[in-house]
């Protein structure tokens, strides 16, 4: 069997050769459609092309094309000739983008006119770029073209031979808790993260998916699902249309959908207020950051009984670690969230090990049995398995923080998240370690506190920041409260802080808390819109106070 993650690309072409790969909108209110065959073949010939110009194995390549045919067959055109596709979020911003493509050296660069037009605007990877492609018109900057690549290519390529640990691309972080890093994966990772979604979720092939996150939808063609690309800015999915995220899956039909935590808000509120109905899905897998329970619960109305929606639990370089479904959260643990318990993000996966260690901000080099604290105590979730990622690209000092060897062979990775493992052996999620707020007599979790406040009516979303006030930490609540209420139930701001004050003095995680901002939109990630950047709201809660 191949280790090249490509090679499942023939496999299911070979099975289903006539069935759609990927429909994508043609800008006229349809779709544009291929099948198997035709994507295995685009591929091939351009994997061909790519190696005949001069992009070869080991080439380090940014690709900068929206989701659609282009990026399927680009991408897996890469993995069959051992090309590593340089993979960024072009909504990361300007200066993220720059640092990021700088510390991958990229060697080509593959994009849309408007990517090439902010490369040499910008300067991106000046000093390292020695061959452009068009995907599209090309103007000024030279290069060949995508069309001309088509058009000129010599035979249908194979899939090279790989190893389990050669580099199958660079992915970069969402950059939450800071400058993202490029994780390095291998394509035994790519393997193990197809085998273990199949596995998890049950997903068979001749499927249909409808993804909204352009790196999921890679794993369609592997596990033979058709994708369905909606019409929508995939940087902005807490902005979607919800008519045409609605309208494609009713379309085709489809079987499984990934989603943010704030496109299925989005989604689900029209879903619910039009009476929608939604009997063809299987699956729902929303991942990102927590789903909140009535956020879960609003979409669930639109599936069919027995269907639900699933949150594997995991990061850029080690996903999946863990999933639960929504059927326990909304019976059991949804309730002991709004307690203080922390998100219950289930049971670890199969082949996947996850400790819970105590709580370093420095470099742990070897692994040691006595890192582990008791069940129930929270510390930092440590994973280690074949999907986890074994490095950031050029940056060896976040490698040293995030890697532990294993004296056994292999190497931990520290999520960087905190939390703890219940008697059942589920894991239960407290918050990113870098935002944790430690006062003098204890140290506040960011979700834990926020999931007591989360329940009230009036909120949408809280974040729990540490401002330094005279010498001391001050514990700051901020809270954006729900948009779009009802005429006669209007947000009386004063009363609301009131029941919050009074939420807080009743808990015992959250009675240090007597500082309450309010905040019109929190700043998110690009990527899933979803995860909070506590950081920002840390800076604007100090202006607000000074």
């Given at each position: 069997m191949s280790t090249n993650i490509a090679a499942a690309l023939p496999e299911m072409a070979a099975l289903q050769p006539d069935r759609m790969a990927v429909a994508w909108p043609d800008g006229r209110g349809g779709f544009s459609e291929r099948t198997f065959r035709e994507l295995e073949e685009d591929s091939s010939r351009l994997a061909a092309a790519l190696t005949a110009y001069g992009i070869t194995r080991g080439t380090r390549t940014v690709l900068m094309v929206p989701p659609g045919l282009d990026f399927f067959a680009l991408t897996f055109a890469h993995f069959k000739?051992?090309?590593?596709?340089?993979?960024?979020?072009?909504?990361?911003?300007?200066?993220?983008?720059?640092?990021?493509?700088?510390?991958?050296?990229?060697?080509?660069?593959?994009?849309?006119?408007?990517?090439?037009?902010a490369r040499i605007v910008l300067g991106w990877g000046k000093d390292t770029i020695r061959l452009c492609v068009t995907a599209g018109r090309r103007l000024f900057w030279g290069g060949?073209?995508?069309?001309?690549?088509?058009?000129?290519?010599?035979?249908?390529?194979?899939?090279?031979?790989t190893s389990e640990d050669d580099i199958a691309a660079i992915l970069f972080t969402s950059g939450s808790t800071g400058v993202p890093k490029g994780a390095v994966y291998t394509h035994g990772n790519f393997l193990a993260q197809v085998e273990l979604l199949k596995e998890t979720y049950g997903i068979e092939p001749g499927e249909i998916d409808l993804p909204t996150f352009p790196l999921f939808a890679l794993f369609d063609p592997a596990l033979g699902m058709s994708a369905v690309i909606p019409e929508m800015d995939p940087t902005r999915p807490a902005n979607v249309d919800p008519e045409k995220i609605l309208g494609a899956i009713q379309r085709y039909g489809v079987t499984n959908t990934f989603g943010?935590?704030?496109?299925?808000?989005?989604?689900?509120?029209?879903?619910?207020?039009?009476?929608?109905?939604?009997?063809?899905?299987?699956?729902?897998?929303?991942?990102?950051?927590?789903?909140?329970?009535?956020?879960?619960?609003?979409?669930?109305?639109?599936?069919?009984?027995?269907?639900?929606?699933?949150?594997?639990?995991?990061?850029?370089?080690?996903?999946?670690?863990?999933?639960?479904?929504?059927?326990?959260?909304?019976?059991?643990?949804?309730?002991?969230?709004?307690?203080?318990?922390?998100?219950?993000?289930?049971?670890?996966?199969?082949?996947?090990?996850?400790?819970?260690?105590?709580?370093?901000?420095?470099?742990?080099?070897t692994w040691s049995d006595d890192l582990e604290i008791p069940t129930?105590?929270?510390?930092?979730?440590?994973?280690?398995?074949?999907?986890?990622?074994?490095?950031?690209?050029?940056?060896?000092?976040?490698?040293?923080?995030?890697?532990?060897?294993?004296?056994?062979?292999?190497?931990?990775?520290?999520?960087?998240?905190?939390?703890?493992?219940?008697?059942?052996?589920?894991?239960?999620?407290?918050?990113?370690?870098?935002?944790?707020?430690?006062?003098?007599?204890?140290?506040?979790?960011?979700?834990?506190?926020?999931?007591?406040?989360?329940?009230?009516?009036?909120?949408?979303?809280?974040?729990?920041?540490?401002?330094?006030?005279?010498?001391?930490t001050l514990p700051v609540l901020c809270v954006e409260l729900l948009a779009n209420r009802p005429a006669d139930h209007p947000v009386d701001r004063a009363r609301t802080e009131a029941e919050l004050r009074a939420i807080a003095a009743g808990n015992e995680r959250t009675r240090s808390i007597d500082t309450f901002l309010f905040h019109s939109d929190f700043p998110v990630d690009i990527r899933h819109n979803a995860k909070i950047f506590r950081e920002k709201l840390a800076v604007w809660a100090t202006r607000q106070l000074s």
């Amino acid at each position: 069997m191949s280790t090249n993650i490509a090679a499942a690309l023939p496999e299911m072409a070979a099975l289903q050769p006539d069935r759609m790969a990927v429909a994508w909108p043609d800008g006229r209110g349809g779709f544009s459609e291929r099948t198997f065959r035709e994507l295995e073949e685009d591929s091939s010939r351009l994997a061909a092309a790519l190696t005949a110009y001069g992009i070869t194995r080991g080439t380090r390549t940014v690709l900068m094309v929206p989701p659609g045919l282009d990026f399927f067959a680009l991408t897996f055109a890469h993995f069959k000739a051992g090309i590593v596709p340089v993979m960024v979020d072009p909504g990361m911003g300007l200066k993220s983008l720059k640092t990021c493509l700088a510390e991958a050296e990229p060697e080509a660069f593959i994009g849309i006119p408007k990517a090439h037009v902010a490369r040499i605007v910008l300067g991106w990877g000046k000093d390292t770029i020695r061959l452009c492609v068009t995907a599209g018109r090309r103007l000024f900057w030279g290069g060949t073209t995508l069309s001309k690549l088509r058009a000129g290519a010599p035979d249908l390529m194979q899939p090279v031979e790989t190893s389990e640990d050669d580099i199958a691309a660079i992915l970069f972080t969402s950059g939450s808790t800071g400058v993202p890093k490029g994780a390095v994966y291998t394509h035994g990772n790519f393997l193990a993260q197809v085998e273990l979604l199949k596995e998890t979720y049950g997903i068979e092939p001749g499927e249909i998916d409808l993804p909204t996150f352009p790196l999921f939808a890679l794993f369609d063609p592997a596990l033979g699902m058709s994708a369905v690309i909606p019409e929508m800015d995939p940087t902005r999915p807490a902005n979607v249309d919800p008519e045409k995220i609605l309208g494609a899956i009713q379309r085709y039909g489809v079987t499984n959908t990934f989603g943010s935590p704030a496109l299925l808000h989005r989604v689900g509120s029209y879903g619910a207020a039009h009476g929608v109905k939604l009997p063809t899905l299987r699956r729902v897998i929303s991942a990102g950051a927590p789903a909140q329970p009535a956020v879960l619960e609003r979409f669930s109305r639109m599936l069919a009984e027995g269907t639900e929606i699933h949150t594997p639990y995991g990061a850029t370089e080690a996903l999946p670690v863990s999933s639960m479904g929504s059927r326990a959260i909304l019976a059991e643990t949804a309730a002991q969230t709004d307690q203080g318990r922390g998100v219950c993000v289930g049971l670890p996966v199969e082949r996947i090990d996850v400790r819970v260690i105590g709580i370093d901000d420095g470099p742990i080099p070897t692994w040691s049995d006595d890192l582990e604290i008791p069940t129930g105590e929270v510390g930092e979730f440590a994973v280690k398995g074949r999907q986890v990622s074994r490095a950031y690209y050029g940056r060896d000092d976040a490698t040293e923080l995030a890697k532990i060897a294993d004296p056994d062979g292999g190497f931990w990775h520290r999520m960087g998240d905190v939390g703890y493992v219940d008697e059942q052996g589920r894991l239960w999620f407290c918050g990113r370690k870098a935002h944790r707020v430690r006062l003098e007599s204890e140290t506040l979790y960011s979700l834990q506190c926020e999931g007591v406040f989360n329940c009230h009516p009036d909120v949408y979303r809280t974040a729990l920041v540490g401002v330094e006030r005279d010498g001391r930490t001050l514990p700051v609540l901020c809270v954006e409260l729900l948009a779009n209420r009802p005429a006669d139930h209007p947000v009386d701001r004063a009363r609301t802080e009131a029941e919050l004050r009074a939420i807080a003095a009743g808990n015992e995680r959250t009675r240090s808390i007597d500082t309450f901002l309010f905040h019109s939109d929190f700043p998110v990630d690009i990527r899933h819109n979803a995860k909070i950047f506590r950081e920002k709201l840390a800076v604007w809660a100090t202006r607000q106070l000074s």
